[in-house]
């Protein structure tokens, strides 16, 4: 990752001075097929201008541009029926490819699904990275609730304006990533494991996971249990419902969910294996 700053002090969030005390970052997309980050450096730095976020992530190189300092306060989220996001996050905006259209709302047509893929998995990960380096800077846990949210998260906490990014874009061009994969990716990179999780990707166990019938019950699910592989029921202790994947052994996912701080991954037998517990990486 690469870091330019490009602070706007023409703005007025960067003349009015004002500091926040970090509590988090929210995660936007720009809203519009341009993937130059100067285009937006360049129009936040102006006298007339009062929107700027802290960042903004180029898509043809992945170069983050640096706009705001950290702690200044910037204007990014907007605000909802409980405040404004700004007044604790640190906002940044990925740029998206130039081969999309917008038609309506968050919905929109692509020319070139892989040119459109590549230039979004480039912002993801450079995102990934700044994140993980803007948590350890601030000491903040990227798993705690409301630390790591999109803007449309902040949306449903009532803590933003009513936009659906940058989720509308994995979801509209098939990524597979959502903001539990990023918020797990981000985790992984501050233990130094450069993983970012996808479906259909084969991930191998580092250390013994758990497999459990349901991401949040111990108990035995005998619906769940009953679907299972023979494989499968054969791993699991049916007393606590159960199972261990050991070091070595492979698997694919269908999904990634957050749940209690810690990362589970779903997988095709309707079992959950725990990715990231505790905090601690479980696979690779």
């Given at each position: 990752m ?6 706007a ?9 004002r500091k ?6 929210m995660?936007?997309?720009?809203g519009?097929?341009?993937p130059k ?11 007339t201008?009062?929107?700027?976020p ?5 898509g043809?190189?992945?170069t ?10 910037g204007?990014h989220?907007?605000?909802g ?5 700004n007044n604790t996050h640190?906002?940044?905006e990925m740029?998206?490819?130039a ?5 309506s ?12 893929k ?6 993801y990960k450079s995102?990934v990275e ?7 800077k601030?000491g ?7 630390v ?35 918020r ?9 494991v450069?993983l970012t999780?996808?479906?259909?990707q084969?991930?191998?166990v ?10 949040g019950?111990?108990k035995?699910n ?10 499968v029921?054969?791993k ?9 994947f050991?070091?070595?052994?492979t ?8 749940v ?17 517990y505790?905090?601690?990486?479980r696979?690779?």
């Open positions: 690469k870091i330019i700053e490009s602070i002090k023409k703005n007025r969030c960067y003349t009015a001075g926040i005390v970090v509590c988090g970052q995660l936007h997309s720009v519009c097929p341009q980050a100067s285009v937006f450096v360049n129009t936040w730095d102006s006298p201008a009062s929107v700027c802290h960042g903004v992530i180029d043809n190189d992945g983050v541009y640096q706009t705001l300092p950290w702690n200044h306060r204007w989220g907007g605000s029926s409980r405040g404004s996001v640190v906002g940044i740029c998206e490819p081969c999309i259209k917008y038609i709302g968050s919905q929109f047509t692509c020319s070139d699904i892989t040119a459109a590549t230039a979004v998995k480039r912002t995102a700044l994140f993980a380096m803007l948590n350890a601030y903040l846990n990227p798993l705690a609730d409301g790591i949210i999109s803007h449309k998260e902040g949306c449903a906490r009532g803590l933003a304006t009513n936009h659906g990014d940058p989720e509308h874009l994995w979801n509209g061009l098939g990524m597979g990533y959502t903001m539990d994969t990023f797990a990716a981000v985790c992984a990179k501050m233990q130094g450069n999780f996808e479906t259909d084969s991930y191998t580092t250390k013994s996971c758990y497999l459990r019938t349901s991401a019950a111990a035995t005998k619906a769940a249990y009953s679907a299972v592989s023979e494989a029921k054969k699991c202790r049916k007393k606590d419902g159960y199972a261990v050991k070091k070595g052994e698997f694919r996912l269908v999904s990634v969910k957050s209690s701080g810690n990362i589970w991954g779903k997988l095709k037998s309707g079992w959950w294996i725990a990715l990231i505790n905090g601690e990486i696979i690779k």
